[in-house]
């Protein structure tokens, strides 16, 4: 059995560029979430996914954006980059977008923007 | 709104002592309340959860948490800790639907650090 996994593990982009990130989740999970964690802050919910349909979002402008693939893996997408996206942003699967299973992390991906 | 403090940022303590971590959350419906423990640059690894029934919990690395309903706190405890239990702890509470979740709202995080 696989966890999650997150690529690329470390990412600088200038500002007002673009950038896409990639999760695969554990094996048997159907849901994917993710979040953006600045330094020193908990991690703050961006958005879910479950069977490849948007199933929630945070307080994040569209210019995040996601989707999930028919093998449950997904992106995240940021457009017009600005310095505040510097953060760790953190992708968790789960079994059920709306049961109560437990939310296995990935290692994160670590985005400087400059 | 749901939320969820950790009133401690930082807390230091001698190997072998124990430890209290304290969380209090703010949730209308029944929560669904976690333990998750971040090493520095590294991803979240889930130490312990809370669902229903007993309401003191057992996780990995010798840790559990005590749900407390009267008091809104799901405080996190070890024993005795170890030097490699030095790292940042999350409190966090499941919300977004009723009767289950769809995320998760965190704490600030709590620092350990652990003297020799």
């Known amino acids: 059995e696989t966890g999650v996994t997150q690529s690329p593990t470390h990412l600088i982009k200038t500002r007002g560029q673009q950038v896409t990130l990639r999760c695969s989740s554990q094996s048997g999970h159907n849901t994917v979430s993710w979040y953006q964690q600045a330094l020193g802050q908990g991690p703050q919910f961006i958005f879910q996914?479950?069977?490849?349909?948007?199933?929630g979002r945070g307080n994040f402008p569209p210019r995040f954006s996601g989707l999930q693939f028919p093998n449950y893996s997904s992106e995240l997408n940021v457009n017009a980059l600005e310095l505040d996206d510097s953060a760790l942003y953190l992708c968790?699967?789960?079994?059920?977008?709306?049961?109560?299973?437990?939310?296995?992390f990935g290692q994160g991906t670590r985005l400087t923007v400059v | 709104a749901q939320s969820v403090t950790q009133p401690d940022i930082h807390i230091t303590v001698s190997e072998g002592a124990s430890l209290e971590l304290r969380c209090n959350y703010s949730y209308g419906a029944t929560p669904y309340l976690f333990w998750y423990v971040q090493s520095p640059g590294q991803g979240l690894q889930l130490l312990l959860k809370y669902f229903s029934g007993d309401t003191l919990v057992q996780g990995i690395k010798g840790f559990e948490a005590e749900f407390k309903r009267s008091q809104s706190s799901f405080n996190l405890r070890k024993p005795s800790v170890h030097w490699s239990d030095a790292a940042e702890y999350f409190c966090?509470?499941?919300?977004?639907?009723?009767?289950?979740?769809?995320?998760?709202?965190f704490g600030a995080g709590t620092r350990l650090a652990v003297h020799p």
């Open positions: 968790a699967s789960s079994d059920n977008g709306q049961g109560v299973s437990e939310a296995f």
């Open positions: 996914y479950y069977r490849e349909e948007e199933n």
């Open positions: 966090a509470v499941g919300a977004g639907f009723s009767g289950g979740y769809n995320k998760l709202i």
